[in-house]
């Protein structure tokens, strides 16, 4: 057995340095980049109900700041470490270039198992994370936002902490607020709505209107329930989705060939977002094995729940009818099924771009806490709009000039205006 684990910063640094040879970047731009600028591990002692003390460790990675504040989520679990968080905040440096925002690469986490920690232990461990790092954290320094595990509590925990230190109201502090506590409204519908903004200008430029097209879509969560509602709402029909079932500890697809109705199958789904098979039968759904979702005869597929979904053996499963692969969720494709697609002729809408909508509007909830003014949803999605299509020209641009594929020209765009900022402020 091999005793070599895999180790996501190793994956992220090997992804960097093919792009960093591609721009054929000096070799102190590439040391300076292929490594986190700054990052801080604790301790966190926490009282715990029964009167002893846990002591919890934790973690912040910045990996570049040279854009602007670094930005990324805080995920509390059991086996996090820190060679997970590096990779997760390179990889948010990346996401920040490629839709332009003004902020860099960040990501924090504690070891913790919140489903065994009474809400009053996790406050406790939020706001010993901000006590250990009031100074290194805040608004024009680096924000953190919730990620796997935690939620818009534990960013008020930790936002009462940092105000209470710093003796003021800072809400731009942290993103991911509830809306009425400096949340911004729109964040609950902009991943899977960007999604759909970079699906329809995949479509336009292959000269395909989306009341022409189908699509099938792999999870039922919050990136594909918005980003079904949108592409209905511009005409598309969904046949299929997948989603996890709890209770049977395997997936299932739900097929209905003239099209699904959200509002129906959100309606007969439980609290731990699994559908109601014998109900989804009753109104004329077809339930199948959850693998299903890839091989349907569709115009898109849009996966949207887990990585690893589209593979070297998967995607041979993919009908010649998929003309486009928008990536809702994060990693969902292997480098060989990444070749595949290329071959294919498929249209690849590469995860950094795809859904880059979150993210963008974390960054709208920043600006909007620091004014302390808030806009309308409808300022918030068009804005939102306007960022992802011109993120997806300079992609689908450049993917083109430089005959590459869409994910390589999402990374050499990324890379290279990180580079150049890293440069223009003489750091390297
Ligand atoms: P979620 O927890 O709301 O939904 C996940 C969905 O995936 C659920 O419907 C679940 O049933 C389904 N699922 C799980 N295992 C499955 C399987 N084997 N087959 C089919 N379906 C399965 O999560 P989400 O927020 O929608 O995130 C989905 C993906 O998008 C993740 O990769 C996440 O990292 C990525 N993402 C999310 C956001 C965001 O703002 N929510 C932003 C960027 C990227």
Known sequence: MSTQSFNPFHMAQSQFDKIAHMLELDSAVREFLRNPVREYQFLIPVRMDDGTVTVFRGFRVQHNDARGPSKGGIRFHPQETIDTVRALAMWMTWKCGVVDIPLGGGK?????DPHNLSAREQEGICRGWVRQLSRNVGPYQDVPAPDVMTSAQHMLWMLD?????RGEK???????KPVGMGGSLGRTE?????????VREALKELGIRPSDTTASVQGFGNV???AIRLYSQIGGTVTCVSCWDQKEQTSFAYRKKTGIDLDELLGITDRFGGIDKEKARDLGYEVLNGDEWISQEVDILIPAALENQVTGESVKKISGRVKVVAEGANGPTTPEADQELYNRN???????LCNAGGVTCSYFEQV???MNYFWEKDEVLGKLDV????????VSDLAQRRKQNTRNAAYLIAVDRIARACRDRGWV
Do not use: H, W
């Open 346 to 352: 498929i249209f690849l809408i590469p995860d950094l």
């Open 387 to 394: 960022k992802m299509t011109t993120a997806f020209l300079a």
């Open 170 to 176: 800072l809400p731009g502090f942290i993103t991911g």
């Open 368 to 370: 909007q806490s620091n």
């Open 190 to 198: 902009a991943t899977g709505f960007g999604v759909i903004f970079t």
């Open 161 to 165: 902490e940092y105000e209470r230190i």
């Open 108 to 112: 924090g986490g504690v070891v913790c």
């Open 224 to 226: 594909a329930q918005y």
